[in-house]
């Protein structure tokens, strides 16, 4: 059997847009650190691991500040990819999680990456 995942979620945001595209490398770095842990954490609950951070990265995203956060996973059928995107539309953010298992990255990664780009979202959300 196949994996991929999407979710998404809609979440008032305390972290302005200004912010993320001011944000420094050390302090993306310290980012990444942080939702590492809480990656760990999460995922420990779940019964699952954390198994590497894959990087964080500043981006536009249909105009809007984001930050991607990639990881490996653990699964009961093998090691998954996530990408974890954040938008920030001012008072709201928008996650989206982006998954697929490892082994498949040679048919899902094509895929993913072509959703993450065709994404639209309006300059109100």
Known sequence: ???ASIAVNATDSDIPPDLINSATKAEL???EETMAETM??????QSLQFLK???LERKIISGHAT?????RRSSPNGPVVVALN???LGAK???FNLSYREAESALWKPIIEY????IKVGKNG
Not at 67 to 71: A, E, K, Q
């Open 93 to 95: 953010e928008i996650s």
């Open 29 to 31: 770095k310290e980012l």
């Open 1 to 3: 059997s196949t994996y």
């Open 53 to 55: 951070s894959l990087g």
């Open 67 to 71: 930050i991607v956060f990639r990881y």
């Open 115 to 118: 959703m993450t780009q065709s």
């Open 40 to 45: 760990r954490r999460g995922l420990a609950v």
């Open 86 to 88: 954040r938008l920030f």
